[in-house]
């Protein structure tokens, strides 16, 4: 608790640093005419908390790091920004990521790249690459992301700091840029689990707004912290032997932490995760391709030549997309398309039974799950130019989604490069309290 709290004057400080960028770029004509930013005064002085760029706050541009959303004010706010601020939190400021959440680098956004605070050479991990950023370079106390494959642990794995991803349902969606509606989820990327307790009670809860919210009551956990809970915790064995020397040697010591936190630990094995990746790009894909759909240029952002419709959508989706969302885009139509639909997509879903089977097996043993959260730590710039290698660093966080079940990244110390390595705890659904009384004795 005593970490969300900031001296007034902070709070001020970054208030007026941020007011007055805001006002350089109106100058500049950077943001469009209409714009109408609600002063930041309009959401009083709650401790300010980080936002990702595809979370809607009501009066803000919101854009998905991308081309085609420049210039798109929110109309409403997102549930998570409502509930933040019935409790006296703040949206304060928009933070990098990847086009649309698609990518694990944060390198595709339309902006440009975040640098990892650790080493001004490497990634930050995506696609909440800004939000993992921001917290471990004390620019934020704590931020706001979300997860449809990894992209709230793999970036705060690579940043050094705490990431959630909640059990699907329950965070509301409502307000959320979609990207894969079946596995999308936000959740907080803090400095220490207490805080990722508190955040994650104050944005949890059901939304009759969101079809997919959970619904049922919310038992809190940040006041049922319970660092003494003995469990019984699967590692992941075969997972943690592909992983990199460095990665693995950090995983046996917190092994060990939890062993002496009187955890029993147990191993066993997954089936290969390259079927987790095929798996996963089929369905996350397809979605995309359907959500995505909606920006053609009428009614959202940046609209291309008004010659006539065609070439205003053509002209609007060519320029307003990226390369690596037109990739998927391309492979979502193509999975969803007739004579396609039954190899690819239908054979995904079946796959994605089989992954949650494989979850529910190990859960009848254990009440936790460890594995990687990486199979290495932040890698470098540009190092990862074909796409199918960067789809490969989250072989590990993929399948949580898939199945719907709470995962958390907790930091577990650096390696010989001086960068971050992560480890991952699962959960069963809707069992946080576990998840997060766990992830206490890896801290
Ligand atoms: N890196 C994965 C992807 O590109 C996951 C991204 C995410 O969780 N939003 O799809």
Redesign the pocket.
Known sequence: KEALKLPKEEIEAFRSDLKQEIEAKKSLGAYVEQLTCKPLSEYGTGIPIAIKDNIQVDGWEVTSGSNILQGYVAPYNATVIDNMLRHGLAPFGRTNM?EF????STESSFYGKTLNPHNPNCVPG??SGGSAAAVAGGIAIAALG??????IRQPAAFCGCVGLKPTYGKVSRYGLGA?SSSLDQIGPITQNVEDAAILYDIIAGHEPKDSTSANMAHQSVADKLNPNRKMTIAVIENYLNEASPEVREKMVEGIRALEKAGHKIIYRNFINSKYDIATYYVI?TAEASANLSRYDGVRYGNRGSNDNLKEMFIQSRSLGFGEEVKRRILLGTFVLSSGYYDAYYIKAQKARHFIKAQYEAIFKEADLILMPVTPTSAFEFGSKADPLEM?LS?IYT?SLNLAGLPGISVPLGFDSKGLPVGAQLVGQAYGEQALLDGALSLE
């Open positions: 990847d959440a698609m990518g694990s995506g696609s979300s997860d449809t494959g990894g992209s990207y996350a789809y989250d993929i």
